[in-house]
């Protein structure tokens, strides 16, 4: 298989909505702000996108249009998770179809499988879609976590080809790297320990800040990429705050009112999230100024 480059920054999506609805036109808007500002990659539906609240005909219609408005200037790695094996699979093979170039899956929540179903269940995906396929490891909100032992098993199957790791972390990485050899493709899942994930071989980064803040995160991942590490440090100091204050409140509604601040979307949530709070609104106003963002 050959896969597409996927090194750099990738921005976890989020859904604008308006009036309750999917709200088509500003998300095709972000998009197109995502790839200006020189990201490498797009990641529709994932967590920071609500995919947990979003029905099955809107999600298949956001990695369409993600995909549709991309036009291959990047790649597309579409979310597609799920606790329920077959519906994964149907979630893929959907991505599969409409042109992504790999799939974002979660491990199963909520049923809390043992590493032996967690194993089975990314190779049943392998088994059933041809379509490169990404591991998302996020045990802070799944309550599912998986070993190094059991990514070194999945990396020897064809169509797993990389993790997402949001534990934040660091020892992982290297073992990680170690283990699964060296075409595993590593990306955090964890802004603020980005430069160190990339200090230890990572490849990149899944990143809820990009949303916000597209050229600057991309700058940020470019000076990593190429080992300079003293101007990533510079970078990073711009936009710490900024990573931490995204999740000043439940995600994505930090982000959301970040964007609607820049009037590029409505700062709606559908519950259970709620609309980002007062209170922080704002500590995350600064953290966009110190980033850059605001003039």
């Not at 190094?148 to 997402?164: A, D, F, H, M, Q």
Request: hydrophobic share 40%; net charge negative; glycine share 8%.
């Amino acid at each position: 298989m050959t896969l597409p480059l996927f090194r750099g920054v990738f921005p976890a999506l989020i859904t604008p909505f308006r009036d309750g609805q999917l709200d088509e036109k500003a998300f095709v808007a972000l998009v197109e702000r995502q790839i200006a500002g020189g990201v490498h990659g797009l990641v529709p539906v994932g967590t920071t996108g609500e995919t947990a609240t979003l029905s099955h005909d809107e999600h298949r219609r956001v990695v369409e249009l993600c995909v549709q408005t991309a036009r291959g200037r990047v790649p597309v790695i579409a979310g597609a998770g799920s606790n329920s094996t077959h519906e994964a699979i149907e979630l893929v093979g959907h991505a599969k179809a409409v042109g992504a170039d790999a799939a974002l899956v979660v491990t199963p929540y909520y049923n809390r499988p043992s590493q032996e179903g967690i194993y089975r269940h990314y190779a049943a995906i392998n088994d059933a879609v041809q379509l490169p396929v990404i591991v998302y490891n996020v045990p802070s909100r799944t309550s599912s976590d998986v070993t190094n032992e059991t990514l070194e098993r999945l990396s020897r199957l064809p169509n797993i080809v990389g993790i997402k790791d949001a534990t934040g972390d660091m020892t992982r990485t290297s073992f990680q790297r170690l283990m699964c050899g060296p075409d595993w493709v590593m990306l955090s899942g964890d802004d603020p320990t980005g430069l160190g994930y990339m200090a230890h071989g990572g490849h990149g980064c899944i990143s809820v800040t990009a949303n916000v803040a597209p050229k600057a995160c991309a700058d940020f991942y470019n000076a990593c990429l190429q080992g300079d590490f003293d101007a990533a440090r510079a970078r990073q100091d711009k936009l710490v705050r900024l990573h931490k204050a995204l999740f000043l409140d439940s995600s994505p509604s930090p982000t959301k009112f970040a964007l609607a601040h820049l009037g590029l979307c409505t700062d709606e949530v559908r519950l259970p999230i709620a609309p980002c709070s007062d209170a922080v609104k704002p500590a995350i106003l600064e953290a966009m100024a110190e980033a850059g963002v605001l003039e």
